[in-house]
């Protein structure tokens, strides 16, 4: 297929290559898709055709000026957009929000403070705020819990916690079963060796740490699933803001060990929630 190709390459070989019509066909694609679910709705009468109509002119993306809500999200990833509160004033994040809850998505928002929280939450009611994880989210619908899997989240200490909340609350508005396990650092490893059963009962670890990071490699040396790494900025001076324990996940030995970028749960929850689909799907 000719046309415009963007591609990439490490010692000769190319990894990614796309065409400029295959990115206008896979487009088109999303398109009917979600044009037929609108139909759908006119045709069963739970849509009326000025909501419909309403509903075509925000595909694929809603221009917002300050930002382009991306609406085909779901269709191509099975989750929608998820907004990141930080540096966003409380206009834009209800701007963003408001025109996600118009398409019925499923809104998650990280790193947002209790102060926009509250004022979110008096304008959108049934919104939840998890103040430990510093997220909120408004789900359109009851969220079903996947049938098969659970994600386990392991935290190295308390101060850890958010972080590991973060991951947990993504993994949980995802559709995933979710437990935890919190204070079970290198420290005081006898405290990690008394929960057998979740060595045998999990698919995907997320194991988080600041320190020296040591935790996701001794968990990771116990089990034979996929161990996601979080570093965090907890720790003394030569800890570097998480940069020591990063350098100490990356360099483990233990080959079922992948790393996140420091204190992100939510993308440690988000990567956990895309591997235990795949038994679900």
Same mark, same amino acid.
């Given at each position: 297929?000719?046309?415009?190709?963007?591609?990439?390459?490490?010692?000769?070989?190319?990894?990614?290559?796309?065409?400029?019509?295959?990115?206008?066909?896979?487009?088109?694609?999303?398109?009917?898709?979600?044009?037929?679910?609108?139909?759908?709705?006119?045709?069963?009468?739970?849509?009326?055709?000025?909501?419909?109509?309403?509903?075509?002119?925000?595909?694929?993306?809603?221009?917002?000026?300050?930002?382009?809500?991306?609406?085909?999200?779901?269709?191509?990833?099975?989750?929608?957009?998820?907004?990141?509160?930080?540096?966003?004033?409380?206009?834009?994040?209800?701007?963003?929000?408001?025109?996600?809850?118009?398409?019925?998505?499923?809104?998650?928002?990280?790193?947002?403070?209790?102060?926009?929280?509250?004022?979110?939450?008096?304008?959108?009611?049934?919104?939840?705020?998890?103040?430990?994880?510093?997220?909120?989210?408004?789900?359109?619908?009851?969220?079903?819990?996947?049938?098969?899997?659970?994600?386990? @989240? *392991? %935290?190295?200490? $308390? /101060?850890?916690?958010?972080? =590991?909340?973060?991951?947990? &609350? !993504? #993994?949980?508005?995802?559709?995933?079963?979710?437990?935890?396990?919190?204070?079970?650092?290198?420290?005081?490893?006898?405290?990690?060796?008394?929960?057998?059963?979740?060595?045998?009962?999990?698919?995907?670890?997320?194991?988080?740490?600041?320190?020296?990071?040591?935790?996701?490699?001794?968990?990771?040396?116990?089990?034979?699933?996929? @161990? *996601? %790494?979080?570093? $965090? /900025?907890?720790?003394?001076? =030569?800890?570097?803001?998480? &940069? !020591? #324990?990063?350098?100490?996940?990356?360099?483990?030995?233990?080959?079922?060990?992948?790393?996140?970028?420091?204190?992100?749960?939510?993308?440690?929850?988000?990567?956990?929630?895309?591997?235990?689909?795949?038994?679900?799907?």
């Amino acid at each position: 297929m000719g046309g415009i190709s963007v591609f990439r390459s490490f010692g000769g070989y190319s990894y990614e290559r796309l065409t400029l019509e295959r990115f206008t066909y896979f487009r088109t694609i999303m398109d009917a898709k979600a044009i037929k679910k609108v139909l759908e709705s006119v045709s069963l009468g739970s849509l009326t055709t000025d909501q419909a109509l309403e509903q075509l002119k925000r595909l694929p993306f809603e221009d917002l000026s300050y930002a382009c809500v991306d609406h085909h999200r779901s269709l191509r990833k099975g989750f929608p957009e998820v907004i990141f509160g930080e540096g966003k004033s409380l206009e834009q994040i209800l701007g963003v929000m408001e025109a996600m809850v118009d398409q019925k998505d499923t809104v998650m928002i990280t790193r947002l403070s209790a102060e926009k929280a509250e004022a979110i939450v008096a304008r959108h009611p049934k919104a939840t705020y998890h103040s430990g994880a510093r997220m909120l989210v408004l789900a359109s619908k009851p969220i079903e819990t996947a049938a098969k899997g659970l994600i386990m @989240v *392991i %935290a190295a200490g $308390t /101060s850890d916690l958010p972080v =590991a909340e973060e991951a947990l &609350v !993504t #993994a949980k508005t995802m559709g995933h079963r979710v437990e935890s396990l919190y204070d079970v650092g290198v420290s005081g490893i006898h405290r990690l060796m008394q929960h057998e059963k979740f060595w045998t009962e999990a698919s995907v670890f997320i194991v988080v740490a600041g320190m020296e990071g040591a935790l996701p490699s001794v968990v990771a040396g116990l089990v034979d699933k996929p @161990v *996601i %790494a979080v570093p $965090t /900025s907890i720790g003394y001076g =030569a800890s570097f803001g998480g &940069v !020591t #324990a990063l350098l100490g996940m990356l360099n483990s030995c233990a080959s079922n060990v992948s790393v996140v970028n420091i204190d992100n749960g939510f993308g440690a929850g988000y990567v956990a929630a895309t591997i235990n689909a795949l038994a679900n799907t």
